[in-house]
């Protein structure tokens, strides 16, 4: 599985929103991931992903505002910039040394930030909660 | 005629049949084709037969093309591999007339000297902003004639982009043109119009470094403030910065910020002039302007490529390239690549994922002002849509004569009030 999805990231780049939302729906019914993301208003958005494509994904195909991800999943533009909840950073994973770079030279960084095209959604995300920054930039 | 057809340079492919001629041959890097508007079958073909391509004699020498948009994404994004030193123009370059500027540094030089003049052009300073490029967009606006032919790019594009350079380095506003002729002189190939010579190139560079270097000492004794000089004259890992140094980044920031929105301006009325169908949605429904804007500057793509040389060897679309090899990246033909962009050969206002292009390029030197070239765009286009119902092109436009900064040097147009 963790093979399949490797690929589909790598393919992920710019496929639009509807091919997303199909990807996701054709391995059938499974255990279904909550995720909140709260914009920088404070409006919250509670979307229910499957395991397996990234937390950005799950925005963009669930229709969720102020994830931008010009790049599509490249770890490249950073306009898919996340504050993960503190109780929930260290499940979220490593940062790798790309994601770093592009984090590094955001104006709005902070120490639970992350870009969420990287996180991959796991089971043990089950509840996450993410904010959005006030821009992607 | 135009200028283009007048092209004599042995190396200029203007007139060439590009889907015949031996595909070994095609250069893309000579500015002939781009003056004239014929680029598009030529990169067309190298997508479809040859998308890494070779060109071994060129006037700029041997240098590679890459055309389709994942390679691109691919060379964009390894700067371990591709780097961006010693320059990103494909013409290579000599001590005694090299800027040294972020954009041809690689980590971590780079990204230490970006993050001092990030700020600037973040959404959040863009914000405070906002009020005074409406006010500038609509003094500009409200002092075109109507019904009476003018120059787009003299009094529209220029203007604006100008106005809005003086306000981000706080320049002295009566003299904001001497940035527009420092922008034109620093890219332009000598000989062709702005300078005659790389001595006159250099000459204006100097008197670019003397006024900045005023502005520099007036605001280093002084607080710090949000402009550009202010930022670099007060930043930790700037202060220090040799006067080639200040030079090459302040040179960086106005061409970054001149050239780039100017033709995305420009490019704009041709589109739309040449695309009525998509006039008339935006006619329809104003509200398509934050996406219009995206997709104006992937048709646009105001510079057509920018250049890596490899550090070690490497493979790339089944192809070795060697370390020390020039390697271009063809923004301009990866934006027309309809394996990643849905019917990327039509200009679509309205278009699903307008945000995905390469216009900005990707990764770490993805442009720094994205956010302020869409932000004035997207005013513009707010304020003409409140007061004309057409901005029409009513003569020949003519183009830049560069394959690197692809736009218009004259649109000549009419205004149509609303009705």
Redesign the interface.
Known sequence: MAGLHAAERSSL??R??SWYRSALEIKGPRFMVKIKFIEHSGQEHDVETNPGASVMIAAVSNGVPGI?A???G??????CHVYVDQEWLEKTGEINP?EE??L??S??RKDNSRLSCQIQVTEDLDGLVVTMP??Q? | MTDASADQSKWSMVGKDPWTMPIEKIDLSHPGIWQANEFLPFMERLRLEDPVHYCAESAVGPYWSITK??DI?QV??SPEIFSSEPTIGIVDTYDEYTLPSFISMD?PKH?EQ??IA??VV???NLKRLEHLIRQRVCNILDELPLETEFDWVKEVSIELTTQMLATLFDFPFESRHKLTFWSDAATAIPGAGVVASNEERWAAMEECLQVFTGLWNERVNAEPGNDLVSMLAHGEATQNMSPMEYLGNIILLIVGGNDTTRNSISGGVMALNENPAEYDKLRADRSIIPNMVSEIIRWQTPLAYMRRTALVDTELGGKQIKAGDKVVMWYASGNQDSE???RADEFLIDR??A??HLS?G???H?CMGN?LAEMQLRILWEEIMQRFDMVEVVGQPERVYSSFVKGYTHLPVKLHGLN
């Open positions: 780049l710019l639009r929103t931008d010009d790049c599509g490249a770890c490249s533009c950073a306009t790309t770079a592009m590094s030279l104006t709005d006030e821009f930039f | 948009y994942k994404m964009d994004t980590p990204d970006r993050r990030q700020p973040a959404p959040a990643v962009i849905d699903d994922k945000r995905q900005f990707f990764g770490l993805r956010r």
